[in-house]
């Protein structure tokens, strides 16, 4: 069984990190763009960033970190947003149409409409090696909604996906994951 769950500990939170650079070092030898402006596995080993892990018999398979209705700039109303997701490559599509599924109810139980996420995009979305990428996503539920620039104030997919109410996901994904904070909460703690 598969379980999404918040990363509390320093060693799920460093095992996180390295996930992530094995995950860049691989994009960068395939010559696919990852993250310029941020230290991406900084981010994970940080608590207040709020990572989640996608887990199956002890083994970390993707890590992700968590907003609940963040200022994106674009997509309107509030959204469980999917910050810098990264997966090991060997199970990226499996993986993927898990995170899509378990997403997706999670942000129903949240009453949020919709889960949003970035894809790096240095190349117009109909290039390849993005298009692929992004037909793969399609076909998983997810809708481009265009280009333009993202968190880290780089060029990316933006992309959307419809909550939905899944109740026999939890036999297949179980979640532990906490409640992410919303950008509303994050304000009033700074």
């Not at 993707?62 to 907003?67: E, T, V």
């Not at 469980?80 to 599509?93: A, E, M």
């Amino acid at each position: 069984m598969y379980e999404m769950r918040s990363l509390r500990t320093d060693a799920e939170r460093a095992e996180a990190a390295a996930l992530v650079q094995d995950r860049q070092r691989w994009l960068t030898l395939r010559g696919l763009p990852v993250p310029a402006r941020v230290d991406v596995p900084a981010l994970f080993r940080d608590p207040q960033a709020e990572p989640a892990g996608l887990i199956e018999d002890g083994r970390l398979l993707a890590c992700m970190i968590l907003q609940r209705e963040p200022d994106l700039g674009w997509g309107g109303g509030p959204c469980l947003f999917l910050g810098h997701v990264h997966t090991l490559p060997v199970r990226s599509d499996d993986t993927t149409r898990l995170i899509t599924l378990w997403a997706s109810d999670f942000a129903a139980r949240l009453d949020l409409p919709h889960v949003r996420a970035e894809a790096l995009a240095r190349h117009p979305l109909e290039a390849d090696p993005i298009a692929r990428f992004l037909d793969r996503l399609t076909y998983m539920g997810w809708d481009v909604n265009g280009a333009g620039d993202g968190q880290t104030g780089e060029r990316v997919a933006r992309l959307e996906l419809a909550a939905e109410h899944r109740p026999g996901l939890g036999a297949l994904v179980g979640c532990r994951v906490h409640e992410p904070r919303s950008a509303v909460d994050e304000r009033s703690i700074a």
